[in-house]
Structure formats: structure tokens, C-alpha cells
């Protein structure tokens, strides 16, 4: 059944009662502090695409915001100066390392790394006296983390853009490549009318590229055989029986390493995004299966499944 304005408000309002009950650290804020901001997420988009959705629908969008992060960011617009440190604080790694992926080199990576927190605060003053900058954009919709990696690859296209009015380069710079695949909408971001929020899907494909080449990385670090059975299982296609097979193992037995090879590569593929990618340790924790739903599908699986059929299948197999 679709909602009049004024149910949908009350739903908003609750909603908005239980994202600050589920923060970690609601800053202080209260629930009209936020409910303005969460509505106008519900309206751009979900209520914009489906403006009859019934009332499960709007529940579920609003339990899906990422509380912590939504309060850090409106704590930071109404110029809680702990929350701006807190945000630097936590986030300054994940803006450096955006920043390094984007630019030539160390020189230019720091000028943009520096450039980000100007955009972030805004130089324009609002009516109410309070800065204007990127923040007001931040919805709650994805992590925090990704978005600001969205935030410094658009600034870097802009910055490209301004200064190609003045030098044309004769090299295909980093800054070129990335200005093109922005414009390339189905072929790499898939950034097209359907998708409303063009900086959630340069943040996922960023995302996803770090955690591919991290699991890349973890996987040449496995043992011969371990990394055999990941491409017999992932790869190749064959089920668990056949795999253990090719290795000379029981099926249970095959079942119970695969499972221990995943988590070692889960957790291995966590320190190589903190270390070598700038992520920080909450923003793994949030964000990496997500990430991982944007790579190949075996190498989603690597990272997601759980392989409780395979666990009980195992057990099974014991018993006999």
C-alpha cells in the first residue's frame, strides 16, 4: 500500500529514531538534526524510482544507512570540531592512498590529498553561516570510505580539466584515463540513467579494484597445493569430491581446508587493503564484502561464501 507524505514522514522520523539508537557514537545529535537529511536520501533514491513504496520498502532503506558515518558527517557540517578530527583522523589514510591512485605522483597525490578537506568543509558560507562543501552530499547509502575515494576522483577529473584549458599534455597521464573511464558510463562505471549517484559508483569500482588486486596478491602467497585446490574449486568448477581427487584427499577433508584456506585469505586480503591501500580497519570491516560484489563473480565467491553446504556436506561424508 503506498504512504501519503505525512505517513511517510512518520516513518522517516522513526526510522530516523533508530539509526541514532544503532550508532556507535550519535555525536550528540538528535533525531531533527538528521531527519531532514534522511528523508531527502529517501526521496532521491528510493521514493524517485518507486513513489508508491510501501512502508516495508522505506524501513528497510532507512535501516540500510550507515549510522556512524551519517552522524560523523552532519556532526562535522554543523562544525563539531572533534568530529572534523575524528574524521581526519580516521580517514585521513583512505584519502591518501585515493589520492596516490589518482595522481602522477607523490607530489601531486599530496596537493590533492590536501585539496580534499577544503572541499569537504566548503570555502562558500550558506545563509545560516555555516560552510557549503561536498558533505552536504554524503546520503549514508554507502560507506564512508568509498564515498571520500568517489569525492577525491572527481576532484582530480576537475582539477585535470581546468589545467587542460591551459596545457595539452603529450602523454597519456594517469589523469587522462581516469577523466575517460568517467565518460565511458556502461563500459566502466556503469554510471547511466538508471544509476542516479554517479560518485556511489566510481567509489564501488574503485573499492573493487583494491580488494581484487589484494586478493591476488594473497592468493600467490598461498601454499602450492592450497592454491591448486582454490582453482580446482573457484576456477575450474570441479565440486569438492573431484578436487580432492586430483590432491589425494577425502572429500571432507578437502572441505575443511577450503574453508580454512578462505578464511586465512579473507584475513590476509584485510591487512594487505589496510597496509598497502590506505583502508582503514572499520572501513574493512564494512565494506569488503560489499566491495567484493563488484568483482568476478569466483572472485566474489572467494571472498563471501560461507560454504555451509560444503561444511555439512563434510560432516555428512564423516559419518558414513
Not at 572541499?119 to 568509498?146: F, I, N, Q, T
Not at 584515463?177 to 547511466?192: K, N, V, Y
Request: aromatic share 4%; with cysteine.
Amino acid at each position: 500500500m503506498s504512504q501519503t507524505n505525512a505517513q511517510i514522514q512518520k516513518l522517516v522520523h522513526e526510522g530516523t529514531t533508530r539509526l541514532l539508537a544503532r550508532a556507535t557514537d550519535e555525536r550528540a545529535l538528535d533525531v531533527d538534526a538528521l531527519v531532514a537529511r534522511v528523508r531527502a536520501a529517501l526521496d532521491k533514491y528510493l521514493l524517485s524510482n518507486e513513489a508508491n513504496a510501501p512502508a516495508q520498502a522505506i524501513n528497510e532503506f532507512i535501516d540500510a544507512l550507515h549510522a556512524d558515518d551519517l552522524c560523523l558527517i552532519v556532526a562535522c557540517e554543523r562544525g563539531d570540531q572533534q568530529a572534523w578530527s575524528d574524521l581526519v583522523a580516521q580517514f585521513g589514510a583512505t584519502v591518501r592512498s585515493a589520492a596516490r591512485s589518482a595522481s602522477s605522483n607523490e607530489d601531486a597525490a599530496e596537493d590533492l590529498a590536501q585539496s580534499i578537506w577544503a572541499e569537504l568543509h566548503g570555502l562558500r558560507v550558506r545563509e545560516d553561516g555555516r560552510p557549503s562543501g561536498k558533505l552536504a552530499y554524503y546520503s549514508g547509502r554507502g560507506s564512508l570510505g568509498g564515498w571520500l575515494r568517489a569525492v577525491v576522483g572527481q576532484l582530480a577529473i576537475d582539477q585535470h580539466r581546468k589545467s587542460s584549458r591551459l596545457v595539452q599534455t603529450e602523454v597519456d597521464a594517469d589523469f587522462d584515463r581516469l577523466a575517460r573511464e568517467s565518460h565511458q558510463g556502461e563500459e566502466s562505471f556503469s554510471i547511466t540513467s538508471a544509476s542516479p549517484d554517479p560518485e556511489s559508483a566510481l567509489a564501488d569500482k574503485s573499492a573493487a579494484n583494491d580488494v581484487e588486486a589484494a586478493l591476488a596478491q594473497a592468493l600467490t602467497e598461498l601454499a602450492p597445493e592450497d592454491r591448486l585446490l582454490v582453482k580446482l574449486y573457484y576456477f575450474d568448477g570441479l565440486r569438492l569430491r573431484e578436487a580432492g581427487a586430483v590432491l589425494g584427499v577425502h572429500e571432507a577433508t578437502a572441505s575443511r581446508r577450503l574453508t580454512r584456506i578462505q578464511g586465512e585469505v579473507r584475513e590476509r586480503v584485510e591487512a594487505i587493503l589496510m597496509k598497502e591501500h590506505g583502508w582503514t580497519q572499520a572501513e574493512t570491516g564494512r565494506s569488503l564484502s560489499e566491495a567484493a560484489m563488484n568483482l568476478e563473480g569466483d572472485l566474489e565467491l572467494m571472498l563471501t561464501t560461507e560454504n555451509a553446504s560444503v561444511e555439512k556436506q563434510a560432516g555428512l561424508d564423516e559419518q558414513v
